[in-house]
C-alpha cells in the first residue's frame, strides 16, 4: 500500500492508506518499551482511526530490526521511568495510561490486527493480546514477566487472556514467566496464523483488505457482541449503543424525531409491532 503519514509523534509512527491506519511503536532501541508519551501518542492515533470513517482496519506493530539486528513489538512499560505509583510522564505524573489503550483498542468499532516480530513481553504482549487478531512473525517470542520484576496485569491481561488460551495456560503464562515462539503460540490459540517475518506486514495487509471487503455494519455489530459477553455493563453499553446507531437509521426513529422537531403527533401507527 502507498503508506501517507497522518500525523508525526515523537514515539510512534501513524500511516493511513487504502481503509487501513497503521501504528508503529517507534523505540526499537528499548525494544519498543513504552513510556506514558508513547502510550498518549498511541491513544491520540487510535482515537483519529477510530473517528476516521474511511479507516476500518487499524494494523498495530512495533518498528524493527534495531541496530543489533533484533526484532520487537513491544517489550512493555518502560522500567526506566517507572517511580512510585506508575511511569512517570515529563509532567511529573505517575500513570498507567495503558489500561485505557487497552479499552480504546478493544471497544473501538473497527478491526485492529497486531503483527508481531520478536518480543510481545510483559504490558507489550498484553497489547496483542486485546487486539481482535494477531499475525506473528516466525521470530516472535511471547510472554509475561510481572511476577519476576515486580508487576501485573490482573484485567484484560489476565482474563482475556485466558478466554484466548484457557484457564490453566494462562495460569502457566502469569505463574512462570516462560517464553514461547511463534508456533507454541499458535498452538495455544494465542495468535491467528504465523508467517516468515519478511511477509509479516503484507500479511497483514491481505487480512486487513479481506475484511475491508465485509459489511462494516456487520464488523462493528460483532465486535461488540464478542465483547458484550465478557465485558459486563461495559460490554452491554457498547452493544447497545450499536443498537441505537440502527434504531436512528430507521424510518420509525426518523419520524418520531421529525415529529418532535415539527411539534407534531408522530404517526405510530405507520409501524409495526414485528413478533
Ligand atoms: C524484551 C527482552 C526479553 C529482550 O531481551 P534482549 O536481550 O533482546 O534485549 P535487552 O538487551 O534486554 O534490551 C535491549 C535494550 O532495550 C532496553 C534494555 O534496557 C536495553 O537497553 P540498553 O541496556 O541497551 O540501553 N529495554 C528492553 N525492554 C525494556 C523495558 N521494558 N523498559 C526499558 N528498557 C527496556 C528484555 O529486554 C526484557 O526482558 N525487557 C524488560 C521487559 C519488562 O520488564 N517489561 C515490563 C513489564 S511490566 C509492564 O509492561 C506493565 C505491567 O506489568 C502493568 C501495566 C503496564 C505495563
Known sequence: PDWKSAKTYKDILYHKADG????????????????????????????????????????????????DGKYAFCAGGDQSVRGHAGYIGEDGVPRLNVLDLQKLIRSMPKAVIALVAGYAIGGGHVLHVVCDLTIAADNAIFGQVGPKMGSFDGGFGSSYLARLVGQKKAREIWFLCRQYNAQQALQMGLVNTVVPVAELEAEGVRWAQ??????????????????????????????????????????????FHSAQREKRKADARKFPWLP
Open 210 to 255: 479481506e475484511i475491508l471487503q465485509k459489511s462494516p455494519l456487520a464488523i462493528r455489530l460483532l465486535k461488540s457482541g464478542f465483547n458484550a459477553e465478557l465485558d459486563g455493563q461495559a460490554g452491554i453499553q457498547e452493544l447497545a449503543g450499536n443498537a441505537t446507531l440502527l434504531y436512528y437509521m430507521s424510518e420509525e426513529a426518523k419520524e
Open 20 to 67: 487501513m491506519a497503521k501504528v508503529t511503536i517507534n523505540r526499537p532501541e528499548k525494544r519498543n518499551a513504552f513510556r506514558p508519551l508513547t502510550v498518549a501518542e498511541m491513544h491520540d492515533a487510535f482515537a483519529d482511526a477510530r473517528e476516521d470513517p474511511t479507516i476500518g482496519v487499524v494494523l498495530l506493530t512495533g518498528a524493527g530490526p534495531h541496530t
